[in-house]
């Protein structure tokens, strides 16, 4: 990696002051649209228009709740707004329109950061990843359990729903009193929606328009956090020689998307920067990009590409590469000790 680390890192580093003035509008430009084709989603089907019309209204209903979703994001990294307290209530209110608590979620999501790329500390807010040597000394049971796990399928269209339906619904053991009661704020907020729309429309009626929301937002959610750390060439390594600068630029995906892509999805797939510095919000990711010639040093991952990487299962330690569960077909088992 060429040029002085720490003139690029000053360089970088500037792009993490956040701008109100940016972070209201992106607020209106997304959650008044979000709000207007919701209620014409609740028109259709009030009026009894055929069912696809309110199903096709879910398309860009769905990729504005995944904006929503990065400016929650946004504001658990604290970088939203300047304010902590602007970013606490916004982070509330666009978790709760996300189906997600706010301090549940931050603490799962930060541990994240401080060990993605980790052999010796995975399992907190990531994609459960084995190296090739755990997968072969696995018992059946285990090793079935991991390829339900890794199916696309059942990636794209169970743990969509999982998450949003119920684990997000269930305060987290260990995870403190903070994030329990943000969990029961989230929870009790969306009873509340689900109380005032049954009253008024009727319970059927919010389901209806709800459901495919949940449905498509979370399905692609889940797939942008896939391909964010898992393709062939990313990065692992043991507690001991992990380097945080390589994890980041390594071990996360540039994402590049359409332009129209990358507006919904709040510029996330510029996800190198992000984790090289959290505090850059949103809206600064693509003029960091375009101004800091070392990140441009960055590979992208294209949309076909990333379509491969789910066929990339295991982390082989040896070749320093995600490998396919073919790539192993008749390897004998390694012992467990």
């Known amino acids: 990696m060429s040029g002085d680390r720490s003139n690029w ?3 970088i580093a500037a792009f993490s002051r956040s701008d109100t003035r940016k972070a209201v509008w992106q607020l209106v430009n997304t959650i008044v649209p979000y709000f207007a084709v919701l209620s014409l989603m609740a028109f259709s089907v009030v009026r009894g228009w055929p069912y696809l019309v309110t ?3 879910a398309l860009p209903a769905s990729a504005l709740a995944m904006r929503i979703f ?6 658990c990294h604290g970088s939203f707004f300047a304010s902590k307290r602007a970013n606490r209530i916004v982070g509330y209110v666009t978790g709760i329109l996300s189906f997600t608590p706010f301090d549940d979620w931050r603490r799962s999501h930060i541990a994240h950061h401080a060990t993605a790329g980790d ?10 990843t084995m190296t090739v040597d755990e997968y072969l000394a696995a018992s059946r049971r285990k090793r079935l359990g991991y390829r339900l796990v890794r199916n696309p399928f059942f990636l794209l269209l169970v743990v969509p729903f999982w998450l949003s339906l119920i684990s997000y619904r269930i305060p987290h053991r260990g995870a403190g009193k903070q994030a329990a009661m943000s969990v029961m704020v989230t929870n009790l907020a969306l009873v509340g929606i689900f109380a005032a729309v049954a009253l008024t429309l009727g319970w059927k009626a919010y389901v209806l328009v709800q459901l495919p929301v949940i449905v498509i937002s979370w399905t692609v959610g889940v797939w942008l956090f896939y391909v964010q750390h898992q393709y062939e060439d990313t990065y692992w390594t043991r507690h001991e020689d992990r380097d945080p600068l390589q994890a ?3 071990g996360s995906s540039y994402y590049k998307l359409p332009r129209v892509l990358q507006w919904f999805t709040g510029s996330i797939g510029l996800h190198h920067i992000h984790h090289l510095r959290p505090r850059i919000p949103n809206y600064h990711l693509q003029a960091c990009q375009d101004s800091v010639p070392v990140l441009q040093s960055v590979k992208p991952l294209t949309v076909g590409r990333s379509l491969r990487s789910v066929a990339m299962n295991l982390w082989d330690e040896q070749n320093q590469k995600m490998v396919s569960f073919r790539a192993i077909r008749g390897r004998p088992r390694v012992r467990a000790w």
């Open 119 to 128: 052999l010796d500390n995975r399992g907190t807010g990531d994609v459960w």
């Open 248 to 250: 980041a630029l390594k």
């Open 70 to 75: 990065i400016f929650f994001h946004d504001c």
């Open 55 to 57: 199903v096709a209204l």
């Open 9 to 11: 890192s000053r360089a």
